[in-house]
């Protein structure tokens, strides 16, 4: 499956965005879906997944409570609600996804990646 991430963009601190991840190739109703971001200078880390059947969902605790990660099998794909940003959001970030597979915080575990949006909050 191949993905395309968008929806990034500059946004103040306490607005909202919302990315979105297409997929072509394959159905994303077939995939554990992971949403990542990464800082300059820090690991990718883990921020919101979806398993591949079912509605179950895992957040970091960073963005719990702020951020909503839904899946839209008609249109195949995967939207991250993004609202309450921070500054110490401010990372690209990336989709990802692992056939049939369960929520995962581990890059390691997906073999497909979106090429990554910037998301920049200000101050």
């Known amino acids: 499956v191949q993905l395309q991430a968008s929806g990034g963009g500059l946004v103040q601190a306490g607005g909202s965005l919302t990315l979105s991840c297409a997929a072509s190739g394959g159905a994303v109703s077939n995939y554990g879906m992971g949403w990542f971001r990464q800082a300059p200078g820090k690991d990718r880390e883990f921020i919101a997944g979806i398993r591949w059947s079912g509605v179950s969902t895992d957040y970091a605790d960073s963005v719990k409570g702020r951020f909503t990660i839904s899946r839209d099998n008609g249109k195949n794909r995967v939207d991250l609600q993004m609202n309450s940003l921070k500054i110490e959001d401010t990372a690209v970030y990336y989709c990802?996804?692992?056939?049939?597979?369960?929520?995962?915080?581990?890059?390691?575990?997906?073999?497909?990646w979106g090429q990554g949006t910037q998301v920049t909050v200000s101050s």
């Open positions: 990802a996804a692992r056939l049939y597979g369960a929520i995962s915080r581990s890059p390691t575990d997906f073999r497909s």
